[in-house]
Nanobody, 115 residues
Framework: QVQLVESGGGLVQPGGSLTLSCAAS????????LGWYRQAPGNQRELVAR???????NYADSVKGRFTISRDNAKNTVYLQMNSLKPEDTAVYYC?????????WGQGTQVTVSS
């Protein structure tokens, strides 16, 4: 069982930056594939970025070049560095951990991009 707790969301102006963190409890963090998803009102939850247990990353086209996902296995934490934020990035951001058929979710953190 893995528990995930996100932090770092908030209100930021367009063009600004935020870093989200997701701290995980439990063992074997290093073997989990990790991801950040987001869900805006009225929309389905969508993948933002993913990092494998081996460190390979992939990103949604809408965030490529602006967002960076990373992980620190020693701290059981995954990060999402978000730069050049746009109003359309406004959403609740969720952390995800997967191993085999098991998937775990955090409670989400709100990111609002507005002037």
């Amino acid at each position: 069982q893995v528990q995930l707790v996100e932090s770092g969301g908030g209100l930021v102006q367009p063009g600004g930056s935020l870093t989200l963190s997701c701290a995980a409890s439990g063992s074997f963090f290093s073997i989990y594939h990790l991801g950040w998803y987001r869900q805006a009102p009225g929309n389905q939850r969508e993948l933002v970025a993913r990092i494998s247990s081996g460190g390979s990353t992939n990103y949604a086209d809408s965030v490529k070049g602006r967002f960076t996902i990373s992980r620190d296995n020693a701290k059981n934490t995954v990060y999402l560095q978000m730069n050049s934020l746009k109003p359309e990035d406004t959403a609740v951001y969720y952390c995800n951990a997967q191993i085999g058929t098991a998937a775990y979710w955090g409670q989400g953190t709100q990111v609002t991009v507005s002037s």
